[in-house]
């Protein structure tokens, strides 16, 4: 396993300049509408996003993986007259509603992706296979990419580019509760296929695939996505954290962050990709 970070074409996005912005970012945060978002994005990705959403500029923004709807909130206070799509298969978690958004709980892939700015950016806080997020985003046309959870290996719940670069495969430990609701789906869908003559199983197969998670990472596959790669940059931790990341924005917590002490060291590598 390599312990090195994988970089590429940095942005010229300067630690000072990133530091200056924490102070803005502050006077938004503080109006969030959800102040306990566990399952969701803390203060370190919440300002990663919004500082790099500040510095894209899309005139679309395609969020896959809502919940509760506070990174939705985020990117509508970032970029008010930004477009917004937001795609969940389960939008019933959804504690705040923009009234802009256009919802879907479609899979991103199944979206209808025909006509899109040039600049749009998606967002990945799906916990879907980001190879596979990769690939269908270069599909789509789509170049601007942030992966909310970019998982280092032996950690996370799915495949992650990070860890496919550590050359680490993704294996699903499932409780057992887990494995007999997929069962229980997987006999469900057998069942139609035998007694449904017109019965079309693929939105069924996909739902199962996305259950159970394990990827086996195939030698020529890291290569065959940087290939596609143009900048990778995983934005930094506030504060120092006990893993391999980029340099902290800062030694520790100062006055101003005091009031989120306890989300600082939600960190999983926020990481921002521009395709080729
Ligand atoms: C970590 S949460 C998202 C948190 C949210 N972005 C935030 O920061 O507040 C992951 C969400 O992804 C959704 N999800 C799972 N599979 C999905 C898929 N294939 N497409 C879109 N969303 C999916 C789950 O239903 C869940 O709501």
């Not at 496919?164 to 057998?190: A, G, M, P, R």
């Amino acid at each position: 396993m390599e312990s090195t970070i994988y970089k590429k074409n940095y942005p010229n996005w300067d630690y000072e300049e990133i530091i200056n912005e924490i102070e803005i970012f502050l006077k938004i945060y503080e109006k969030r509408p959800i102040s306990n978002n566990k399952g969701g994005m803390k203060f370190p990705h919440a300002f990663g996003l919004y500082f790099i959403l500040k510095k894209i500029n899309p005139s679309l923004v395609i969020e896959s993986g809502v919940f509760k709807g506070q990174s939705t909130w985020i990117i509508e206070n970032t970029l008010p007259n930004a477009e917004i799509i937001c795609l969940d298969i389960d939008l019933s978690k959804r504690e705040y509603i923009s009234k802009k958004a256009k919802y879907s709980n479609l899979d991103f892939k199944f979206q209808d992706l025909s006509k899109i700015p040039e600049n749009t950016l998606v967002l990945f806080d799906d916990h879907v296979n980001h190879l596979n997020r990769i690939k269908e985003a270069y599909f789509f046309g789509i170049k601007n990419i942030i992966l909310d959870d970019n998982y280092k290996s032996n950690s996370g719940d799915f495949q992650t580019i990070k860890q496919s670069f550590e050359k680490y495969s993704f294996n699903h430990q499932l409780k057992i509760t887990s494995i007999f609701k997929t069962l229980f789906f997987f006999v469900k869908l057998l069942s139609k296929k035998i007694f449904v003559k017109k019965f079309n199983a693929h939105k069924e197969l996909n739902f199962i695939t996305n259950r159970i998670r394990d990827h086996s990472l195939n030698k020529n596959e890291f290569k065959n996505i940087d290939k596609i790669i143009k900048t990778y940059y995983e934005f930094p931790p506030i504060i120092p954290q006990n893993s391999n990341t980029e340099v902290p924005l800062l030694d520790q917590a100062n006055e101003q962050l005091k009031d989120y002490l306890n989300e600082l060291s939600v960190y999983n590598h926020l990481t921002f990709i521009e395709l080729k």
